[in-house]
């Protein structure tokens, strides 16, 4: 049924995008530096006009035209492009930003955030045709806003996913979820010598669209023609709807990895996009294989976990599989597999499992233990009902057929990684399985064993509810009072106890947080830190949009104690809305947290993009961060998840 548009499709250059070129210059707002660059073919952006956001709210910042609508930039984007400007219309001044946060703070998101909010969700200033590896751009020094790069970073690779395009040529999408895959890479490269490139700094920017068939066809048609998972009706706009087309885009918008000089652009509901990385150009179509190894079904999990020794060094990627309907006679299980690879890139291992009655379980992301893979099904079926009545007839998203059901409950699945683990199972067991309280499952924290109880703990951050209808264009203030709220939770099993089921559960935080990160020597052991996006305010019931870093201690948690974990909190601003947290670590790192955090962080009062550098170990020193850095007057929207890429051995 969630099957990806998928085929053959044209050559991904022709001349008239590679050769002559018109040059243009841009200046970035911190500072005085220029850099020549090549201005690209753009596409027209628009900006959000949703509940609460009206065009009197929209102010363009040139001085040049008074229209709402802008450009994305090539190559020069940045200052040449018209600002989309919310105005600030509340009383007092807005919150500024600092390490711990506002004291005594009770406030909580009002229509004001709430404009600031939608307003970075439209399409990034970055141009959308194919760019080449000479198309690099190294970030002047005077986008350099305060700090200074660490050199600790030299030679790694930051890599981002999320969408790009949120207005697919005059059709504005309600739900980034389907907006189309833009990759974009730090690399920080051995800093410039040569006196042409002293105005530079080490950190080299790249960027592509993921050129899926779908993205592909609709850049050269200069409309939208393909129907994504939230879409409602025909794409194109025109009376015909066939209900019985199920297919749907592949945006490839959710994740992204980079193993063995392989780049991967991924998307849980069909299969990875390969990209070339010099300069992140697509590598033809689909692929039915992932360094080599070949996907067991016809789809590949956004999310994955790199596992670290310690000692050696030695990393292992390890990833997963699992169709979203039975495809085999008796239809009654799920193919999945688990796929593992050494560093150099060669199969260390793949593990087929098939599960029962997982149907529609959204399984988005994974965990894994020395001995186990861990996957949590959702309490997710299809609703036959809505599909026949609404879908049938226009009125509401294929996704939106897939729900939550009244006495549903989640299931945990634990499939066995080692023999040891295989002889923790019962009868004709393929998996231990514990049903959860109801919950909905996005993203996971880290899973670790107890070796001298048996139990396995596993950390992850549920929603109470999930509900697929769910978009930018309903949000109130009244949604942040408590409602599709998450919190940090700790689940605990026992798999040596062969015939229980018993799971504990604990919230380790009323702090509502989202897309967390850790350092990669932890995952699959016993973790103490923790990084996260978070909401300012800390509250049971109280919640707001990701504006803070979060740095979780989770140590005064541990042997079910029943102490809530201590954190440490940089706000970014009334008006900033936080990206994923990435962490790096520092060159002969000793301690757990012995490293940096990257994020990006979008401004909607100056409606600028900056990446911020953290030292790990203490977020709220100082001034909080190390460095800040303008990405040369481009808006590049909130993406989804992102990769360290660390130094070459």
Not at 5 to 29: D, I, M, Q, V, Y
Not at 69 to 97: H, M, N, Q, Y
Not at 222 to 240: E, H, I, R
Not at 357 to 381: I, K
Request: proline residues 6%.
């Amino acid at each position: 049924m969630f099957s990806s548009s998928s085929g053959a499709r044209p050559p991904l250059f022709s001349s008239r995008e590679r050769h002559n070129l018109p040059l243009s210059t841009k200046t970035c707002s911190h500072g005085k530096a220029s850099e020549a660059a090549v201005k690209r073919k753009r596409f027209v952006v628009t900006p959000r006009n949703v509940a609460n956001v009206t065009q009197s709210d929209v102010a363009n910042s040139s001085s040049s035209s008074s229209s709402s609508s802008f450009e994305g930039g090539g190559k020069g984007g940045g200052k040449d492009r018209a600002r989309v400007s919310i105005p600030w219309t509340l009383s007092r001044d807005p919150i500024k930003e600092g390490p711990v946060g506002p004291e005594n703070l009770t406030w909580n998101p009002t229509n004001q955030t709430i404009k600031d909010w939608r307003s970075i969700y439209r399409n990034t200033s970055l141009s959308n045709q194919t760019q080449a590896s000479s198309d690099a751009r190294r970030i002047p020094k005077a986008c350099v806003v305060d700090g200074e790069i660490p050199s600790g970073l030299q030679g790694g690779t930051l890599f981002r996913n999320g969408p790009g395009m949120l207005d697919i040529y005059g059709k504005e999408i309600n739900q980034f979820f389907d907006g189309d895959g833009l990759v974009h890479s730090y690399e920080f490269i051995t800093a410039p010598s040569s006196d042409k490139e002293e105005d530079k700094t080490n950190i080299q920017f790249k960027h592509n669209f993921v050129e899926t068939r779908g993205f592909y066809d609709e850049r050269e048609a200069q409309q939208m023609l393909y129907k994504g998972a939230f879409a409602v009706g025909n794409p194109k706009g025109d009376s015909f709807y066939n209900p019985f087309d199920f297919d749907v885009k592949n945006v490839a918008n959710t994740g992204v990895v980079e193993w063995n000089d392989k780049v991967y652009a991924l998307w849980e509901g069909g299969k990875p996009h390969e990209l070339r990385k010099n300069d992140l150009n697509t590598i033809g179509k689909e692929v039915d294989e992932v360094l080599g190894q070949a996907l067991r079904v016809p789809q590949m999990a956004a999310h994955y976990r790199v596992e670290e020794n310690k000692e050696t060094k030695e990393r292992t990627l390890i990833a997963f599989s699992i169709e979203s309907q039975p495809s085999a006679f008796p239809f009654t299980s799920n193919k999945a597999a688990f796929y593992e690879w050494n560093e150099d890139g060669t199969e260390k291992k793949r593990v087929d499992f098939d599960v029962p009655n997982a149907t529609f379980g959204f399984f988005h992301d994974m965990l894994v233990t020395e001995n186990w893979y861990c996957l949590f099904q959702n309490p997710t079926s299809l609703d036959f009902q809505k599909l026949m009545t609404e879908y049938m007839f226009a009125k509401c998203a294929l996704a939106e057929t897939i729900a939550m059901q009244d006495g549903k409950r989640p299931i945990l699945w634990m499939f066995p990684r080692t023999e040891k683990a295989k002889k923790m199972l019962s009868g004709d067991e393929v998996a231990k399985s514990y049903e959860l309280k109801n919950q909905f499952f996005f993203h996971h924290v880290n899973a670790f064993e107890r070796e001298e109880t048996g139990e396995v703990c596993l950390d992850s951050i549920p929603w109470k509810f999930m509900d697929f209808s769910m978009n930018l264009d309903m949000v109130t203030p009244a949604f942040w009072q408590d409602g599709s709220r998450t919190e940090y939770t700790r689940f605990t099993v026992n798999p040596s106890k062969k015939d229980s089921k018993q799971v504990k559960q604990e919230s380790l935080s009323d702090r509502c947080c989202e897309f967390p990160c850790m350092n990669p020597t932890m995952v699959g052991k016993e973790h103490k830190y923790v990084y996260t996006g978070g909401s300012v305010v800390k509250d049971g019931k109280k919640w707001g949009p990701n504006q803070c870093l979060v740095k979780y201690d989770v140590s005064p948690c541990a042997n079910d104690s029943g102490e809530k974990a201590i954190d440490q909190v940089y706000y970014y601003g009334e008006r900033c809305f936080v990206q994923e947290p990435i962490f790096a670590a520092k060159p002969n790192a000793v301690d757990e947290d012995d490293g940096y955090i990257l994020q990006l962080v979008n401004d909607a009062g100056s409606d600028e993009t900056f990446l911020y550098i953290f030292d790990a170990k203490n977020i709220e020193a100082g001034k909080g961060y190390e460095c800040k850095i303008q990405l040369m007057d481009e808006h590049v929207p909130p993406g989804l998840h992102g990769y360290w890429s660390p130094p070459k051995k």
